[in-house]
């Protein structure tokens, strides 16, 4: 086993103890939730953002949004979009953007019309702060992102770190719930979305975050499992979060992810050799018979 292979199963490792930690100790989803912004402004800082650090600072505060809500360990409720904006405006601070970025820069001032309106139709609200931080905080959040990633370029391998990146804070709410009700079957009595099998949190949500779970690990199990215990490994993460997200009854989420991977394989597949294809084959069918 090469190096590389013993940081992902020591990253495994310490996500399943994040899971427990957020679980059983009462503070931990607070300190947890602010070593996420600290550590990775702090991680995009050190590095100057040379090797696009900013994504995988991005990536993992996107992973782990749903279960710092569920958890409570969020700062406020829109925390993970902030913390990507913050983490973007410091990778432009440091690799600048595109000039040819101008279609965005037109997108950006319409807020300004979004939140005179969002103002207008919510007075009579109480909260209204939080009603227009929550109607305007995600496309803020999605052009200040495009901003950043306008023509810029990833490698094949950066992007799989980048979905790894998203991909251990699941782990992390995989195992939450788990804990949470470790019975399936005594909580299930219908085929509605269900909140105790969803850590008691919204099941669309929970079912969607668990989706792109199982279309990160499904990618790795095709893309980075070169080794038997890899595999194995990387083939029981991918089941047990889509048995979590089957049992939410929140079909969107999962709905979705099936469609991801069932696209993955196909472009994987006609874009590989004779050879490869008759390993990718025995592959889906052994994914295909754990599912079932």
Known sequence: MNESDKKYLLLIGLHIAIGFGLYYIPLFPKIYGFAILIGGIYYVINSQNRNNEVLYASAYIVGSEVLLRMTGGNINYEFSKYGVIIFMLIGMYYKGISKHAAAYWIFSPAFVTRVFIATYSLKYTTDLQNKISFNTSGPFCLGITSLYCYTRKVTFKQLNEILLFIGLPIIANMIYLILYTP??????????????????????????????????????????????????????????????????????????????????????????????????????????????
């Open 183 to 292: 019975s399936v079957r005594d909580v299930i009595t219908g085929t509605s979305s269900n909140y105790e099998t969803s850590g008691g949190f919204g099941p669309n949500q929970v079912a969607t975050i668990l989706g792109l779970g199982m279309f990160v690990f499904i990618s790795r199990l095709i893309y980075y499992s070169n080794s038997k215990l890899l595999f194995i490994v990387n083939l029981i993460i991918a089941f047990n979060i889509s048995y979590r997200g089957l049992v939410t009854f929140s079909r969107g989420g999962m709905m979705t992810g099936f469609f991801m991977v069932i696209i993955l394989v196909l472009i994987t597949y006609f874009k590989i050799s004779s050879r490869a294809k008759i390993k990718m084959s025995y592959l889906m069918i052994a994914v295909v018979i754990t599912m079932v």
